[in-house]
């Protein structure tokens, strides 16, 4: 049977697991390494790891702490966190990543993407495009953790990302992030009926209907989700979590 990839996105925030709402409110969950332990267990498709603070902070995601996931991790595993330069990306690859994650960057300079995709081969190269509306100016896309807008449509950009060479998108709702309410199926399915690389549905899953949704109704090539796979419940307490093969019809 059919299951289109699903992944689990682990945030950190001082090298601590955390999870937001709506980009704000952090809690703290734990140790990352035990969550990339427990998704190994259960045998995850992949895993992306996000250092939020990164960008703001003008440095580069923990090398040390890339390399401890590399040897936990028995998935696939895509980083972000303050890339900006050909040898960021070299030296994340070399700590053990398979992918990398590029958000600020890409929308500061698009050409970046361009560059990357040709030294390393578009797979490698993900663009994660966080999305939340404007006052006056409709859906935009967001960077340095959702704190500053640019004037991309979400459209706009994931065109010129693929034009770029991206490999994939990663579709984030910043108002739907943490919610649990479901994902923006609309914006997602704008997205993957614009381009033909593959789109990864990101912000407000909350029940496994919601991947299926998101696959049936938005043409996901890959659902993505963060407080489902770490809080279980109606009070949110922290549990990671993966479904089994044979849980989702797709």
């Known amino acids: 049977m059919f299951r ?3 992944i689990p996105v682990l945030l950190l925030k001082d090298l601590a697991l955390v999870k937001s709402v709506q980009f704000t409110n952090h809690k703290y969950l734990g140790d990352p390494i035990n969550a990339v332990r427990i998704f190994s267990d259960l045998k995850a498709d992949e895993l992306v790891l996000l250092d939020i603070e990164a960008s703001k902070n003008s440095r580069l995601v ?3 702490f890339v390399k401890k996931v590399g040897e ?3 998935m696939p595993f895509a980083v972000g966190g303050g890339i900006k330069s050909i040898e960021d990306i070299k030296t994340i690859l070399s700590a053990g990543a398979e992918r990398v994650v590029i ?3 890409a929308a500061q300079d698009p ?3 361009k560059e990357a995709s040709e030294a390393f081969g578009s797979s490698t190269i993900i663009v994660c495009i966080d ?3 404007k006052r006056f100016k409709g859906e935009r896309t967001w960077i340095l953790s959702g704190s500053r807008p640019t004037e991309f449509t979400p459209i706009e950009f994931a065109k010129l990302m693929e034009e770029n060479g991206a490999g994939e998108l990663i579709i984030q709702s910043i108002d739907r992030d943490g919610t649990m309410e479901g ?3 609309d914006l997602i399915r704008s997205i993957s009926t614009s381009v033909s690389i593959p789109v990864v549905a990101l912000g407000g899953a909350g029940k496994p209907q919601d991947l299926i949704e998101a696959y049936q109704d938005g043409h996901a090539s890959a659902l993505a989700a963060g407080s489902l796979f770490v809080y279980q419940g109606k009070k949110r307490g922290v549990l990671i979590n993966y479904p089994a093969k044979n849980e989702l019809a797709f």
Request: charged residues 35%; without cysteine; glycine residues 0%.
């Open 4 to 6: 289109p990839r699903i």
């Open 62 to 64: 923990s090398l040390e």
């Open 72 to 74: 936990e991790a028995y």
């Open 103 to 105: 958000n600020t960057r």
């Open 111 to 113: 050409n970046f993407i």
């Open 131 to 133: 999305v939340k509306k």
């Open 183 to 185: 994902y923006d199926v």
